[in-house]
Antibody
Framework: EVQLVESGGGLVQPGGSLRLSCAAS????????MSWVRQAPGKGLEWVAT????????FYVESVRGRFTISRDNAKNSLYLQMNSLRVDDTAVYYC?????????WGQGTMVPVSS | EIVMTQSPATLSVSPGERATLSCRAS??????LAWYQQKPGQAPRLLIW???TRATGVPARFSGSGSGTEFTLTISSLQSEDFAVYYC?????????FGQGTKVEIK
C-alpha cells in the first residue's frame, strides 16, 4: 500500500524545537521529490519546503528559511523536518507529500501546537 | 511570490448540479497548476495536475481547464461526496503557493 505516515508532532513552547518524521512505503521513495505542507487551524494550505531525490536541491518558504531544515534518508525511506525557533504562528497540521509538481500522495498529518 | 486567488469563497450547489470554481494567478504559471480536494479532518487529495490532467482514480465528472493566469475546475454533476474545500496550487515558481480555497456546500 502506498503510504506516508508522519510522526513527531506535539505541544512545544515558543522558541523551542521539534523534529517531524515521515515514513514512506509502497513506492520508490528514493526516486521521489518530497515536500512538507502545513495548515493552520481553520486556515488554508501553505507550502513549507521541498527536497530533491538526492537532497541536492532544497527550497523553503521565506517564513521558515533559517529556522526549519528539510532532510531525507533514502536508506530508511524517511523524510524529516527539523523545526527550530518555533513561533506561535507555526502552529499547524504538518503534512508530508510526494512530489514537487502535483502532490499526489499525502500523509495524514501531525499537529504541532506552539504555545506557552 | 505568485498570489493565487480563488473565487468564490463559498459555492452553494444542489446535488446533481454543475459547479464551476475559478483560480487566478498574479502572473503566468503556464499550465503548472494543480487542484486538490479536502474534506474535514482529512488530508488533501490531488484531483488535477498540469491544469487539465485528472489524477489516478479521479472521476470523469471533475475537469480542469485554463493556462497562464486563469484556471477553472468544473464538477459536472455534484455528488454528495464532492462537498468539500477545493484548493488550486501553482508549481511554476518558487515559492509554491496555494489559493485560499473554495468551499462547495450543499444548497
Amino acid at each position: 500500500e502506498v503510504q506516508l505516515v508522519e510522526s513527531g508532532g506535539g505541544l512545544v513552547q515558543p522558541g523551542g524545537s521539534l523534529r517531524l518524521s515521515c515514513a514512506a512505503s509502497g513506492f520508490s521513495f528514493s526516486s521521489s521529490w518530497m515536500s512538507w505542507v502545513r495548515q493552520a487551524p481553520g486556515k488554508g494550505l501553505e507550502w513549507v519546503a521541498t527536497i530533491k531525490q538526492d537532497g541536492s536541491e532544497i527550497f523553503y518558504v521565506e517564513s521558515v528559511r533559517g529556522r526549519f531544515t528539510i532532510s531525507r534518508d533514502n536508506a530508511k525511506n524517511s523524510l524529516y523536518l527539523q523545526m527550530n525557533s518555533l513561533r506561535v504562528d507555526d502552529t499547524a497540521v504538518y503534512y508530508c507529500a510526494r512530489g514537487h509538481h502535483g502532490l499526489d500522495i499525502w500523509g495524514q498529518g501531525t499537529m504541532v501546537p506552539v504555545s506557552s | 511570490e505568485i498570489v493565487m486567488t480563488q473565487s468564490p469563497a463559498t459555492l452553494s450547489v444542489s446535488p446533481g448540479e454543475r459547479a464551476t470554481l475559478s483560480c487566478r494567478a498574479s502572473q503566468s504559471v503556464n499550465s503548472n497548476l494543480a487542484w486538490y480536494q479536502q474534506k474535514p479532518g482529512q488530508a488533501p487529495r490531488l484531483l488535477i495536475w498540469g491544469a487539465s490532467t485528472r489524477a489516478t482514480g479521479v472521476p470523469a465528472r471533475f475537469s480542469g481547464s485554463g493556462s497562464g493566469t486563469e484556471f477553472t475546475l468544473t464538477i459536472s454533476s455534484l455528488q454528495s461526496e464532492d462537498f468539500a474545500v477545493y484548493y488550486c496550487h501553482q508549481y511554476n515558481n518558487w515559492p509554491r503557493t496555494f489559493g485560499q480555497g473554495t468551499k462547495v456546500e450543499i444548497k
